[in-house]
T-cell receptor, first 115, second 112 residues
């Protein structure tokens, strides 16, 4: 099966600091990775789409300079929340797609709490 | 903007009952997926439907893709407490880049 691992699963940081979240495809090469944000009892909101070796495409309303996405290899994408504030506290989830296949497989998510 | 709607938003039923969850859009999707998510975890893919009118079965779950590829339904027969979770439909949007957007979800609670 296709396994996507996200790390860390939980992180608490102080306001003003930066946090990096990693998303790895363990048994396949992910040409495309997606980053989502999910608030309690709500659905997943797409933040950005990243393709290996190119700049991420951000959805409207998502600040590029605040949510830095890097997809340096076919198995790793990172999301860095810069200068985090309490309102950035949320559940962040990545997913990865193999080649042109339609299915995307999800990581287990990262619970970010900014205090 | 392509939007997916789901109904009902919340559903609480007794064990053994049947239920249907609907996913609708005014847009046509090249494919549509159904996911199930438990609290604090990432969504788990249940099925992908691609062809208009397609019906797929996964044990007690039956998925249908509308003929026009704008809507889909998920039917669960004889629901069990283990079916409890958030059910999400997601559609693939092909623009200058491919992306997957999610519906708001249906929170299902099956009471023993």
């Amino acid at each position: 099966g296709a396994v996507v691992s996200q790390h860390p699963s939980r992180v608490i940081c102080k306001s003003g600091t930066s946090v990096k979240i990693e998303c790895r495809s363990l048994d396949f090469q992910a040409t495309t990775m997606f980053w989502y944000r999910q608030f309690p009892k709500q659905s997943l909101m797409l933040m950005a789409t990243s393709n290996e070796g190119s700049k991420a495409t951000y959805e409207q309303g998502v600040e590029k300079d605040k949510f830095l996405i890097n997809h340096a290899s076919l198995t790793l994408s990172t999301l860095t929340v810069t200068s985090a504030h309490p309102e950035d506290s949320s559940f962040y989830i990545c997913s990865a797609r193999r080649g042109t296949k339609t299915e995307a497989f999800f990581g287990q998510g990262t619970r970010l709490t900014v205090v | 903007t392509q939007l997916l709607e789901q109904s009902p938003q919340f559903l609480s039923i007794q064990e053994g009952e049947n239920l249907t969850v609907y996913c609708n859009s005014s847009s046509v999707f090249s494919s549509l997926q159904w996911y199930r998510q438990e609290p604090g975890e990432g969504p788990v893919l249940l099925v992908t439907v691609v062809t208009g009118g397609e019906v797929k079965k996964l044990k007690r779950l039956t998925f249908q893709f509308g003929d026009a590829r704008k809507d889909s339904s998920l039917h669960i027969t004889a629901a069990q407490p283990g079916d409890t979770g958030l059910y999400l439909c997601a559609g693939e949007v092909k623009t200058s880049y491919d992306k997957v957007i999610f519906g708001p979800g249906t929170s299902l609670s099956v009471i023993p």
